[in-house]
């Protein structure tokens, strides 16, 4: 009998694909990404020395994919008319957007946020705050938010924000208009908003944001300010809509001398 090697060549090449296969298409991969909340004292630590290498050290020691970034001082006085923001791009090979919320000592200071993925879209954002008087300081408030390209087919919003530190009524104004402008989604695209929020759990600022987003902190609510020993828990990561996310895990970084906050860390799979 004639044998048809041409068949039992196909045949040879289908169980080959098949084996490598499983026997069925494989799964793809869970989108993980890691999030990492900053504030950075504007490059000040507890010691009293501005080092923004020391700064990109621990930002790289947590391997981030998104950083959102609170008190960033781009040519100011006080900071050694560094370009910060640059400074920390250039140190992480992360892009960075910088969001400034006010003139200070002949340069700028506000947010920004650095970014592992392609950045499409870029918006800054002022808050309402109360203008300071001879009597008490304050400090106008902002946010800046960024569309991010996970893949070409899955973007999401990346916000960093600040509220404000001794005016509790603009700190819930702020939570308000924060909650007004991305809270409310038509679109529906996974977004994380990250910051600090000068409130403790449980305060009214931060029952508003969770009106509308799913807090993303640790079971035992760690304290992150002040750095040195922390009593109070006021860095945040949130995120919506709940279904397009599952937590992997959240910490504060026990990291005591680089700034006077401690970050904060989040890891999620994206889910579609």
Known sequence: MKTNFRFLNLIAILTAVLHSLGGQPEAAEPQLIRVLCYNIHYGQGTDGQYDIER??????????????LQEVDV?????????????????????????????????LFGNAVLSRYPISDVVIQPLPYTES??????????AIAVTVQLT?????????THFQHNVAEDRLAEAKEINRLFGKQTDRVATILAGDMNATPGSEPITELERHWTNAIDRESTPTAPATKPTS??????YQPTKRFRLVGSEVIPESVASDHRPVLAVFEILN
């Open 75 to 107: 040519g100011v006085k006080r900071s050694g008319r560094v370009h910060e923001a640059q400074r920390l791009e250039e140190l992480t090979g992360l892009e960075v957007r910088m969001g400034p919320t006010q003139h200070y000592q002949g340069g």
């Open 55 to 68: 700064l990109a050290d621990v930002i790289n020691k947590s391997k981030p994919d998104l950083v959102a």
């Open 233 to 238: 828990r006021i860095d945040y990561v949130f």
């Open 152 to 160: 070409e087919s899955i973007p999401l919003r990346f916000i960093s």
């Open 133 to 142: 008087t001879p009597a008490r300081t304050t400090y106008p408030r902002g």
